[in-house]
Every structure is written in structure tokens, then in C-alpha cells.
């Protein structure tokens, strides 16, 4: 009885602990610069400071890339809303994200 208890206070604190690690901010798509350097691609939303980076991994995850960047550029060609999620919670959107990692972006097709 006790160690399913266990089981059970052991998967609670793991699924807490990962979702606090996470922190998004959703915005209209203001720019959106991408470069052939090491920089990489750089987005700005509306209600977010600075440009916050797409992640790429090199040739592995050029498509991971690719995706973001047709939503980004989607939803800026539309004037649709996106959320972007970021993997640092210690952050607000107010704080600066230059160079932070987008872990994923969504449209909100209510918007």
C-alpha cells in the first residue's frame, strides 16, 4: 500500500515539476528576421520584449525549424494571434527574450 503511494506521490511531483518549467506569451507576430549566419531566425510579438529565437539544431532539426517559421509567417501574413512557449520559467514576457528558445508556437484560429 505504501510503496503505491509512493508510485503515485513520485508521478505528482514529476508532472508539476514539468510543467512549471515553462512560460508563454501570445501576441500579434510583429517581425520576423531570418538569417543565413548563426544568428538564426528571430521573432518579435506584440506584448513580448525583445526577439526571441527559433530553435535550430542543424540539419536534424531544419524541418522543426521550417514548421515554426511557416506558422510565424502565416500568422503574420494574417494578423493572427500566436503562443509562443518558452522552456525558462523564470521569465515574464515583459522581461527581455533576446536569443531565448522557442520550444513551440500555435495560432489561435478564435483570434
Not at 513520485?10 to 531570418?34: D, P, W
Not at 531566425?41 to 540539419?59: E, P
Request: charged fraction near 20%.
Amino acid at each position: 500500500m505504501i510503496k503505491h503511494f509512493a508510485i503515485i506521490g513520485l508521478a505528482l511531483i514529476s508532472q508539476s515539476s514539468l510543467a512549471a518549467g515553462f512560460h508563454t506569451c501570445t501576441g500579434e507576430v510583429t517581425r520576423l528576421v531570418t538569417r543565413a549566419t548563426g544568428e538564426g531566425t528571430q521573432v518579435n510579438i506584440s506584448g513580448m520584449n525583445g526577439s526571441a529565437k527559433l530553435g535550430f539544431g542543424g540539419d536534424s532539426y531544419s524541418k522543426l525549424h521550417d514548421r515554426q517559421f511557416s506558422m510565424l509567417l502565416s500568422a503574420q501574413m494574417s494578423g493572427k494571434k500566436v503562443k509562443l512557449e518558452f522552456e525558462d520559467n523564470n521569465i515574464s514576457c515583459s522581461d527581455d527574450h533576446n536569443y531565448v528558445l522557442i520550444r513551440y508556437v500555435s495560432i489561435d484560429s478564435a483570434e
